[in-house]
């Protein structure tokens, strides 16, 4: 296949529940532009597919004699989905499509390749040709935000497994005794690390104990209900005790999620990306010097534990990944 022009660009497309983003990413993982429409994802699935078109279509402009010349278009869709066929199976937070091949249709309108796969898939090679993981051959992405998800990348492909559902490693179980996770499963690292879990987990030791989460308690107003996971965050950096000892397990329980990881991986990068990575970051040390405890792996301690590149932007990034160029 000859490789596309330089000026060429390709679009990111990010499909949420509530939210449709797009962006022009060129070759080196820059993004020129981006914009963001409403997702209509609770209708039938000709609506959901006119809210995709219509951010892609904002995005150019609405004038396709003068828009860029366009390489392929990469869609970071909701799961599950098959990565192969372009299928969107039967996602739950976007009930519009069941079975639906979304890579087809979007083919049709536009008259380019188009690729599909899950956010954390997607990021993960995003962060392995143009992010953190530049250079390293074999990735391990895991964004922390509302859930876990998790990305493998080796030599610069996505390992999907045999069914295309390889990767979950947010739904592996850490402590079979533990809370039942979205997913049905107990003990998840998701639900004990996620941001809503070291929510939670604050409000919890906060309701037993205010006096010792004075700090936080104030970032909330007074009302135990109203913490988030940042307001922890920000009192943890603050010396709050509460806000420090929830932190503190955190490091704990993905220290030993991921010890788990290497044990099975061997990976020569592991990427942190997601709402809650800048409040992880500063602790990446810590995680570290505690995975001998969690990992039989005499050199777990030399793989680098890095933040993403991507922000908010990941899913831009990660569908824009799928249509790149591999590198040479």
């Known amino acids: 296949m000859s490789s596309p022009a330089a000026d060429e660009l390709i679009i990111g497309v990010d499909i949420g529940g509530t939210k449709v983003a797009a962006g022009l990413v060129d070759h080196s993982g820059e993004i020129h532009r981006q914009i963001r429409e409403p997702m209509v994802s609770d209708k039938d699935a000709a609506t959901g597919l006119a809210a995709v078109r219509r951010a892609i279509d904002s995005l150019l402009g609405g004038d396709q004699k003068n828009a860029p010349a366009i390489h392929g278009i990469g869609i970071c869709a909701p799961g599950p989905l098959d990565p192969t066929t372009g299928m969107v199976v039967n996602p739950p937070n976007v009930t519009c499509w069941r079975n639906f091949p979304l890579s087809r249709e979007v083919e049709k309108i536009y008259g380019v390749k188009v ?10 090679l995003a962060e392995a040709r143009w992010g953190a993981g530049r250079g390293y051959r074999q990735i391990f992405y895991a964004t922390v935000g509302t859930g876990i998800g998790t990305g493998i990348v080796f030599d610069n492909r996505i390992y999907h497994g045999r069914t295309g559902a390889a990767g979950e490693g947010g739904h592996n179980t850490i402590d079979f005794r533990g809370p039942r996770c979205g997913c049905g499963k107990p003990g998840c690292i998701e639900a004990f690390a ?14 037993e104990q205010p006096a010792r989460g004075a700090a936080l308690l104030a970032l909330a107003g007074g009302n135990v209900e109203k913490v988030t996971t940042e307001m922890v965050g920000r009192a943890c950096a603050a010396g709050d005790p509460v806000a420090k000892e929830t932190m503190e397990e955190t490091v704990e329980l993905l220290s030993i999620w991921l010890g788990n990881m290497i044990d099975l991986l061997d990976p020569d ?8 990575s800048g409040m992880l970051s500063p602790f990446f040390a810590e995680i ?9 792996n005499s050199r777990c301690q030399e793989i680098p534990l890095v933040k993403a590149r991507y922000g908010a932007d990941a899913g831009i990034a990660g569908g824009a990944a799928l249509c790149a160029q591999e590198p040479g």
């Open 115 to 124: 690729k599909i796969d899950n956010d954390a898939n997607a990021a993960a």
């Open 194 to 207: 996620c941001g809503p879990a070291i929510a939670k987990r604050a409000r919890t030791k906060l309701a």
């Open 269 to 276: 990068a592991i990427i942190i990306g997601g709402g809650v």
């Open 288 to 296: 570290r010097n505690l995975l001998p405890r969690w990992c039989i």
